[in-house]
């Protein structure tokens, strides 16, 4: 039996709306998938850890040579590399060296035994084209107790007093009779030097009629100095002198 001319028209006229709102939710649905990719700017992208930094020179550098020809001709001892790299099976009585940093050119280490205490700072800087070791400073129980690394002093310049824990002696010559002394925390010129007495080095002071010994002696921007990690060369352990030093 067929149907009656005006069912089979309406059927037919529904149809097609029907088709056209389907295809309509699948692009809309589409759509909504593409703009959903990527990061959303409501949420920020993952935090990413930020590396410790230190100062590091690489190993094998041309400063770090210097200090293994220092560590050989002068301590007349092994080099074990850097202190960080130190094998306890294989290096136990040997010098290594902990890297402390760089300033206008000049940089900084110190050297001790493998697992030991530090015994001197030493300073590399180039000259004549090559890195040489300008200056060594032995590291006792009482400057290991002042803060700061005691880079290379030189006339004309201005440092501050630290690590006295009060005030800082001037004698009337290198090692001489204390006529004064200088707060701790002063800031001092350097008129002369440096000269050495008492296996100290002496500075003369501008303004001052006499001597202050370098140990307590250090540039304003260097007063402080990060404490060592568990696998540097420790320091020895010490006290500043109450009054005055030293």
Same mark, same amino acid.
């Not at 010559?173 to 204390?178: L, T």
């Given at each position: 039996?067929?149907?009656?001319?005006?069912?089979?028209?309406?059927?037919?006229?529904?149809?097609?709306?029907?088709?056209?709102?389907?295809?309509?939710?699948?692009?809309?649905?589409?759509?909504?998938?593409?703009?959903?990719?990527?990061?959303?700017?409501? &949420?920020?992208? /993952?935090?990413?850890?930020?590396?410790?930094?230190?100062?590091?020179?690489?190993?094998?550098?041309?400063?770090?040579?210097?200090?293994?020809?220092?560590?050989?001709?002068?301590? &007349?001892?092994?080099?074990?590399?850097?202190?960080?790299?130190?094998?306890?099976?294989?290096?136990?009585?040997?010098?290594?060296?902990?890297?402390?940093?760089?300033?206008?050119?000049?940089?900084?280490?110190?050297?001790?035994?493998?697992?030991?205490?530090?015994?001197? !700072?030493?300073?590399?800087?180039?000259?004549?084209?090559? !890195?040489?070791?300008?200056?060594?400073? /032995?590291?006792? /129980?009482?400057?290991?107790?002042?803060?700061?690394?005691?880079?290379?002093?030189?006339?004309?310049?201005?440092?501050?007093?630290?690590?006295?824990?009060?005030?800082?002696?001037?004698?009337?010559?290198?090692?001489?009779?204390?006529?004064?002394?200088?707060?701790?925390?002063?800031?001092?010129?350097?008129?002369?030097?440096?000269?050495?007495?008492?296996?100290?080095? !002496? !500075?003369?002071?501008?303004?001052?009629?006499?001597?202050?010994?370098?140990?307590?002696?250090?540039?304003?921007?260097?007063?402080?100095?990060?404490?060592?990690?568990?696998?540097?060369?420790?320091?020895?352990?010490?006290?500043? &002198?109450?009054? /005055?030093?030293?």
């Amino acid at each position: 039996m067929m149907e009656p001319e005006g069912r089979r028209g309406f059927g037919g006229n529904m149809l097609l709306p029907i088709v056209a709102l389907a295809v309509l939710i699948v692009i809309i649905a589409i759509i909504a998938v593409l703009c959903s990719g990527g990061d959303s700017d409501d &949420e920020p992208p /993952p935090a990413t850890a930020t590396p410790e930094v230190t100062p590091t020179v690489p190993t094998g550098s041309q400063q770090e040579a210097a200090v293994v020809q220092h560590v050989q001709t002068t301590q &007349e001892a092994a080099y074990a590399g850097a202190c960080v790299d130190a094998d306890p099976t294989a290096d136990v009585g040997k010098i290594c060296s902990f890297y402390r940093g760089e300033r206008e050119g000049v940089h900084a280490f110190v050297l001790g035994l493998t697992f030991s205490e530090g015994i001197e !700072w030493v300073f590399v800087e180039m000259e004549g084209g090559a !890195w040489r070791v300008i200056e060594v400073t /032995p590291i006792t /129980p009482e400057s290991a107790a002042v803060p700061g690394i005691p880079w290379p002093l030189t006339v004309g310049v201005e440092v501050v007093v630290i690590g006295t824990g009060s005030c800082l002696n001037v004698r009337t010559e290198p090692g001489g009779d204390a006529v004064d002394c200088i707060t701790e925390g002063s800031p001092i010129v350097l008129a002369a030097g440096p000269e050495e007495a008492r296996d100290i080095k !002496w !500075w003369r002071v501008e303004g001052r009629d006499g001597w202050v010994a370098a140990d307590y002696l250090r540039y304003p921007d260097a007063t402080t100095d990060p404490e060592p990690t568990a696998t540097s060369v420790p320091v020895a352990d010490g006290t500043p &002198e109450a009054t /005055p030093a030293p």
